[in-house]
């Protein structure tokens, strides 16, 4: 080991941020370099495209980020045009299919709608942000609950966590008071009907500063500071291998995407946090090929529905000049529809499901004018109830040896089936999701299922666990086998969760990163001692 350990990061995505971070803050003389295959698309690293005001801007920034599908951009990463086609599905803004259809196209039509980020800051530049604790069969079983306690709130510090975001808003606590009084009795002590705990920054004008990666990286993005001067972040750069000997790694291969050259970057230990999919993809191109690898994929499934609030009920908790000051607040911000954010959270055994209810001035589609809900004063709720699906070993990505993605990387397919038990949940969630749009007003859209993957919260692939076989990932993150080689993000999440995953896998990162400091800080130890 060098006497300044250098870490690399592969993905600069609020896990590979959070390892970074707390690296950097843990050993004084550690050096971290990011290799991160996307484009730097806002001007401070890693923000949340949410933030930008301009709605130019902000389509540019999300167009960045869509990989193969980034339009003119992607042919400024040398991809061909051939790569787009037009597909039954199409992704959400600032994400990329998958399965986009294209040469180089993984092959996923079991899973159509799986989707990632290619860009500074991963999807965490695109995301909504909510952070709900896992609770219950939710929680990894391998870490104790005092310890669970601390990791988790690290984490929701690293993402500026804000419990009662828009709790003032009136309408938003009166849809609240209409679902406890259709929901309430059937709710244990403490997972009632509540506000949605998300990640950003309240501001003085009521508006939210949405965070992204760079929330999280924090001082190391601020020049001057002391981890800024021990930190780099390699944007448009693909790391395309993990050299290592089968026990030990030694570093990355990395392909400067400018200029198509690669070189050998030497590294005293190596995260990979590069999404459920393409975390898994780069161990399969390095030959680090454990059995589980790919294999128990979950998500966690969504019915979804949209309702126009009800005029009688609302005004009957809400007062015509609380409206009007609401609406008067959110116009000074009509880039952002969402305006607050409910929930009812999973809970066991009566309560599987983990509810996420959105208040918004304008339904997500266009209604015709004489629609009967057009134009609605109060305003829609959007609404899902995730349900959860059971890892098995049968779901999940089997790479090739043969085939290569429109990246050059091991091209993959995805298995995957609902079970009986599954359909059976989703089909309990439906009906309760039709009783929250009854009490709060009338569908617009009825309650449907979205289409496997919609979800962008991919778990299991690199599962953490006690048992090598069935885990890719010991309780420290680290793969099985490999001293000095650690993942992260929501492919460690090894259970059947349904709620938002990011904030789980930060703490899970937060412990990795905790115990991989402490590794090489004894290592230096050691080789001090030697000297
Ligand atoms: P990512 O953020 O996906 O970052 C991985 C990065 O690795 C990417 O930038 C990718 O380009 C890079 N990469 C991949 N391969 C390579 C390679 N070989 N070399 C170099 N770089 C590579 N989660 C929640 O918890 N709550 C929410 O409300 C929520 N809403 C969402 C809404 C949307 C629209 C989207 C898109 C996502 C949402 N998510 C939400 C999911 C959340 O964004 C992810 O859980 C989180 O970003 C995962 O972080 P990560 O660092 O593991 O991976």
């Given at each position: 080991m060098t006497a300044t350990p250098t870490i690399a990061v592969v993905g600069s995505g609020p896990i590979g941020s959070t390892y970074a971070r707390l690296l950097l803050e843990a050993l004084p003389d550690a050096r971290v370099i990011m290799f991160e295959a996307g484009p730097q698309v806002t001007e401070r690293p890693g923000e949340s495209v949410r933030n930008i005001t301009d709605p130019d801007e902000k389509a540019r920034a999300r167009e960045k980020s869509q990989g193969p599908q980034a339009g003119s951009f992607r042919e400024s990463l040398g991809i061909p045009a051939g790569a787009i086609v037009e597909g039954m599905f199409t992704a959400r803004q600032g994400t990329h299919l998958l399965d986009f259809g294209g040469p180089g196209s993984a092959h996923a039509q079991a899973f159509p709608a799986a989707a990632a980020a290619t860009n500074v800051g991963g999807q965490g530049a695109h995301w909504t942000c909510a952070i709900p604790r896992p609770a219950f069969s939710e929680k990894l079983p391998f870490i104790a609950d005092d310890e669970w306690e601390d990791l988790v709130s690290t984490a929701e510090d690293l993402l500026h966590k804000q419990s009662a975001a828009f709790s003032d808003s009136p309408v938003g606590a009166a849809i609240r008071t209409l679902l406890d009084r259709e929901f309430g009795a059937e709710l244990p002590e403490g997972y009632g009907v509540s506000t949605l705990p998300v990640a950003g920054d309240p501001q003085p004008d009521g508006t939210m500063r949405w965070a992204g990666a760079d929330t999280v990286l924090g001082p190391l993005i601020e020049p001057g500071s002391d981890t800024a001067a021990r930190f780099a972040l390699r944007d448009l750069t693909l790391v395309r291998r993990v050299e290592h000997d089968g026990t030990t790694v030694r570093g990355l291969v990395v392909e400067d995407l400018r200029t198509r050259e690669q070189s050998f970057v030497e590294a005293d230990a190596v995260v990979v946090a590069a999404d459920a999919f393409r975390s898994p993809q780069l161990l399969w191109a390095s030959g680090i090929r454990p059995a589980p690898l790919g294999r128990y994929l979950t998500e966690h499934h969504v019915v979804i529905s949209t309702v126009a609030l009800d005029a009688e009920r609302m005004s009957a908790l809400v007062s015509d000049e609380e409206l009007e000051a609401e609406l008067a607040r959110r116009a000074t911000n009509p880039a952002d529809p969402v305006a607050a954010v409910n929930r009812i959270p999973f809970s066991e055994p009566d309560h599987p499901y983990s509810a996420q209810i959105m208040y918004a001035e304008t339904p997500p589609f266009p209604l015709p004018?004489?629609?009967?809900?057009?134009?609605?004063?109060w305003g829609y709720v959007n609404m899902g109830f995730g349900t959860r699906k059971f890892p098995r070993v049968e779901d999940g990505a089997t790479f090739s040896d043969d085939e290569l993605d429109y990246r050059g990387m091991p091209n993959f397919t995805i298995d995957y089936a609902l079970t009986a038990r599954e359909n059976a949940e989703i089909a309990e969630a439906t009906e309760r999701l039709r009783r929250a749009g009854q009490a709060l007003g009338a569908f617009i859209a009825e309650p449907r299922l979205l289409p496997n993957g919609s979800s962008l919260h991919f778990m299991g692939t690199m599962r953490a666990g006690t048992d090598p076989a069935t885990s890719v990932a010991d309780p420290y993150s680290r793969v099985w086998g490999f001293e000095n080689l650690v993942v992260g993000g929501n492919g460690l999440i090894p259970t059947a969760n349904t709620m938002n995953p990011t904030l789980t896998s930060i703490a899970i990162a937060v412990r990795g990163a905790r115990h991989l400091a402490d590794q090489l800080r004894a290592a230096q130890r050691e080789d001090a001692q030697v000297v």
């Open positions: 004018a004489d629609h009967p809900a057009a134009a609605n004063r």
